[in-house]
């Protein structure tokens, strides 16, 4: 089915342990991002990709690591998982930058570290 | 580090438009204004996006003044399936890594 999917839609993981969240999108977009949702913070921009092997930081990229092998793929890692990233996780792709091109996001992924 | 600013929630009753006017003075001037809509455990959807003046689709509307420091979206004769979360996203820069969402509206409609 062509579009963004997430996996795993929910996951809990213990303090210290590694996590990986994956995306996967369907159409070659050029740019994807990773947001985290707070409640009291909206959205926040993790890390992007402008491009296979081309990442940078976003607005809160402590913690995190993302790699970009392959176009359609973008997984977002957390090395060592603590509580303050138990939060929501969204993909995101589009065509272009996100400010002038319509983003398609996934459906989000649930993550709870205890 | 505010990059829009946005009421926190708004109720209308049904048939009614709403209208949600977002604050971003520092936009820089090769940006666009996009706004998105989400629901209850889904990702965020694509409503509207405009660079000056007045944009329509088929489900809103985007009013741009000329100075571009805000903006407004407007959804006309709101229904109750139009409850949820309007989000405004605006870059200040060049990068995407400067594009940041606004804190987001609750609208809640009313029967």
Redesign the interface.
């Known amino acids: 089915d062509a579009g963004i999917t997430q996996s795993p839609r929910y996951k809990i993981t213990e303090t210290g342990r590694q996590v990986t969240l994956m995306c996967h999108q369907t159409w070659s977009h050029s740019y994807m991002f990773w947001y985290r949702q707070d409640l009291g913070h909206g959205l926040r921009l993790i890390y992007y990709s402008a491009a296979a092997d081309i990442t940078d930081k976003g607005e809160v990229p402590d913690g995190y690591v993302v790699s970009r092998s392959k176009t359609e793929n973008f997984p977002l890692t957390l090395e060592s998982a603590t509580r303050s990233q138990t939060s929501v996780y969204f993909c995101a792709s589009s065509e272009s930058r996100v400010e002038d091109t319509e983003a398609f996001f996934g459906q989000g992924t649930r993550l709870t570290v205890v | 580090l505010a990059k829009t600013t946005q009421p926190i929630s708004m109720d209308s009753y049904e048939g009614q438009e709403v209208n949600i006017t977002c604050s971003h003075n520092n936009i820089a001037t090769n940006?666009?204004i996009?706004w998105y809509q989400q629901f209850p455990?889904?990702?965020?959807?694509?409503i509207i996006?405009g660079y000056k003046t007045k944009v329509t689709n088929e489900v809103a509307s985007l009013f741009i003044p000329a100075d571009r420091k805000s903006s407004t979206l407007s959804l006309p004769r709101v229904s109750l399936s139009d409850t949820a979360v309007y989000?405004c996203?605006?870059?200040d820069g060049a990068?995407?890594?400067n594009?940041?969402?606004?804190?987001?509206t609750r609208l809640t409609v009313i029967p």
């Open positions: 940006d666009y996009t455990s889904q990702g965020p959807r694509f996006q989000y996203l605006v870059g990068g995407a890594n594009l940041f969402f606004g804190t987001g």
